[in-house]
Nanobody, 118 residues
Framework: QVQLVESGGGLAQAGGSLRLSCAASGSAFSVFAMAWFRQSPGKERTFVAA????????VYGDSVRGRFTISKDNNKNTVHLQMNSLNPEDTAVYYC???????????WGQGTQVTVSS
C-alpha cells in the first residue's frame, strides 16, 4: 500500500515562491502518475498538475500553467511542485495524489496548507 506525505507548505507573500514535496512510501512502489490538487475553503478540489512516472510527461491546470512546475525524483519516490509568482488565489490546501495503474487518483496524502498574503 502506497502512502503519501506532503511537506513544504506555509505562508508566502504575493509574487513569492514555495516548493512542495510529496514522499511516497510502501512496498514495491509503482505508480502510473502522480499529481497535485488543491482545495480552497468552500470550493471543490481542483487539479493543479500531474506527471507521468515513467516518461516524465507533465500536464498543468490553466490557472497555474507557466507559474508552477511539477517534477519527480525516481530514486527517492518523491514529487515536487515549485510554485512561483504566487497570488492570493493560490491559497488552498494542496494534496498529493497517486494513480497506481492509469485509472484514477485514488491514493491521497493528508494535505499541506499554502497561504499567500497580498
Amino acid at each position: 500500500q502506497v502512502q503519501l506525505v506532503e511537506s513544504g507548505g506555509g505562508l508566502a507573500q504575493a509574487g513569492g515562491s514555495l516548493r512542495l514535496s510529496c514522499a511516497a512510501s510502501g512496498s514495491a512502489f509503482s505508480v502510473f502518475a502522480m499529481a497535485w490538487f488543491r482545495q480552497s475553503p468552500g470550493k471543490e478540489r481542483t487539479f493543479v498538475a500531474a506527471i507521468h512516472w515513467k516518461t516524465g510527461g507533465t500536464v498543468y491546470g490553466d490557472s497555474v500553467r507557466g507559474r508552477f512546475t511539477i517534477s519527480k525524483d525516481n530514486n527517492k519516490n518523491t514529487v515536487h511542485l515549485q510554485m512561483n509568482s504566487l497570488n492570493p488565489e493560490d491559497t488552498a490546501v494542496y494534496y498529493c495524489a497517486a494513480d497506481p495503474k492509469g485509472g484514477d487518483y485514488n491514493i491521497w496524502g493528508q494535505g499541506t496548507q499554502v497561504t499567500v498574503s497580498s
